[in-house]
Nanobody
């Protein structure tokens, strides 16, 4: 059974940094794409950043220049380095992975930015 284990998150102050990590277990296959989504209270879940197994990355406009998604080639571990965090980045962050027609989600980790 495929399982996504997230780590990181917690509470930080505006302007600070935080790092999220996610590792896939339960499969020998490499995920085509891994990503981070987030869902703030009262809002829809949104894609924050994604990276393919070839290293191609995409970001939503609001995090460009502040967040960096990374993934070692051939590995099922993805990191999200977040800098210059702002209160509007407060959300539950979810790891996401897809291989062919199969999609997988992590349980989510809370990131709170507050002074």
């Amino acid at each position: 059974q495929v399982h996504l284990m997230e780590s990181g998150g917690g509470a930080v102050q505006p302007g600070e940094s935080s790092k999220l990590s996610c590792t896939v277990s339960g499969t020998i296959f490499i995920m085509n794409t891994m990503a981070w989504y987030r869902q703030a209270p009262g809002k829809q879940r949104e894609l924050v950043a994604q990276v393919t197994d070839g290293g191609v990355t995409e970001y939503i406009d609001s995090v460009k220049g502040r967040f960096t998604i990374s993934r070692a080639s051939g590995k099922n571990t993805v990191h999200l380095q977040m800098t210059s965090l702002q209160p509007e980045d407060t959300a539950v962050y979810y790891c996401y992975a897809v291989r062919n027609q199969y999609t997988y989600w992590g349980q989510g980790t809370q990131v709170t930015i507050s002074s």
